[in-house]
Nanobody, 115 residues
Framework: QVQLVESGGGLVQPGGSLRLSCAAS????????MGWYRQAPGKQRELVAA???????NYADFVKGRFTISRDNAKNTLDLQMNNLEPEDTALYYC?????????WGQGTPVTVSS
């Protein structure tokens, strides 16, 4: 069993920045594809950004140019740098790890963008 723990969420003003981090309980980052998802109240969970074990990245159109996903396989951490945040980015942000049939989710960290 793998546990994922997100951190770094909080309240930020529009135009501000936050950096989310996800830590894994086991050394999985070198073989698992990782991703950040978010779920706003009343909406479905959606992909924000993903990164493969080899480092290839993929972003949702609504965050391109504003968010950057990165991973440190040695430290077993996954980060999401979020810049120029908008009120529409308000959501619970989740970390996900995937390899074949194995899928793990964190508990989420809340991000609120408001003035």
């Amino acid at each position: 069993q793998v546990q994922l723990v997100e951190s770094g969420g909080g309240l930020v003003q529009p135009g501000g920045s936050l950096r989310l981090s996800c830590a894994a309980s086991k050394n999985i980052f070198s073989i698992y594809a990782m991703g950040w998802y978010r779920q706003a109240p009343g909406k479905q969970r959606e992909l924000v950004a993903a990164i493969t074990s080899s480092g290839s990245t993929n972003y949702a159109d609504f965050v391109k140019g504003r968010f950057t996903i990165s991973r440190d396989n040695a430290k077993n951490t996954l980060d999401l740098q979020m810049n120029n945040l908008e009120p529409e980015d308000t959501a619970l942000y989740y970390c996900k790890a995937t390899m074949a049939v194995y899928v793990y989710w964190g508990q989420g960290t809340p991000v609120t963008v408001s003035s």
